[in-house]
């Protein structure tokens, strides 16, 4: 769980890096893979947790991502927006927790 908890902000803030500097690489659980690598933030994460993470972030539900086919993704909101729209749905659970 906590590596999951490092990884959905690291591919939230990289795929946002690229529309903002308008480098538009495939983005695939592959190359975010590749560009973790590149600047020290693997963390050794699998490309097995990737493609996970990035399934998450796609779910109809939260909206973060969009699948285009094949392995493909594109970012679907600021990272602002990505982080508040997580931050409501734990809101969410933690209201249901028992007393």
Known sequence: MARLQRLLPDI???IGEFYR???HPPV???SILYYLKIRGQDRRYTLEEIAQAM???SMP???ILRHK???NYALQMTYLTAIRSLRALLR???AELPS
């Open 69 to 71: 086919g094949d392995a």
């Open 12 to 14: 939230i803030k990289l």
């Open 28 to 30: 695939t659980p592959d």
């Open 21 to 23: 500097t308008e480098i």
């Open 61 to 63: 539900q939260l909206g």
């Open 92 to 94: 969410v659970l933690e």
């Open 55 to 57: 399934q998450l972030l």
